[in-house]
């Protein structure tokens, strides 16, 4: 069993930049894909970003592809997702979640087995 806690989220303006960090318990984080995922009112959740066990390989959704970076440090069990030149679009709860067969990135939610509480993000125009 893995238990995510997310942290980091609130308010900014347009423009500005969050570092959202994923806090994982247990021994066998360093084995698992590790994924960031949003959701606004009223909207499915959504995938936004992916990184491989070994953080060796990373993949992003389109629309934060260049904006968004993910990082992961097993020795420390976080995995961090840095946000620059936030929108007003990019405001949703964000969610961590963690895949155990790590050996490939998935975007889709049904991939993943464990999921945190979720951060609110909120953009200002």
């Known amino acids: 069993q893995v238990q995510l806690v997310e942290s980091g989220g609130g308010l900014v303006q347009a423009g500005g930049s969050l570092r959202l960090s994923c806090a994982a318990s247990?021994?066998?984080?360093?084995?698992?894909?590790m994924g960031w995922f949003r959701q606004a009112p009223g909207k499915e959740r959504e995938f936004v970003a992916a990184?491989?066990?070994?953080?060796?390989?990373?993949t992003y959704a389109d629309s934060v592809k260049g904006r968004f970076i993910i990082s992961r440090d097993n020795a420390k069990n976080t995995v961090a997702l840095q946000m620059s030149s936030l929108k007003p679009e990019d405001t949703a709860v964000y969610f961590c979640a963690a895949d155990r067969n790590g050996g490939n990135i998935y975007r889709g939610t049904q991939f993943y087995e464990y999921w945190g509480q979720g951060t609110q993000v909120t953009v200002s125009s």
């Open positions: 247990g021994r066998t984080f360093s084995t698992y894909t």
């Open positions: 990184i491989h066990w070994s953080g060796a390989s990373t």
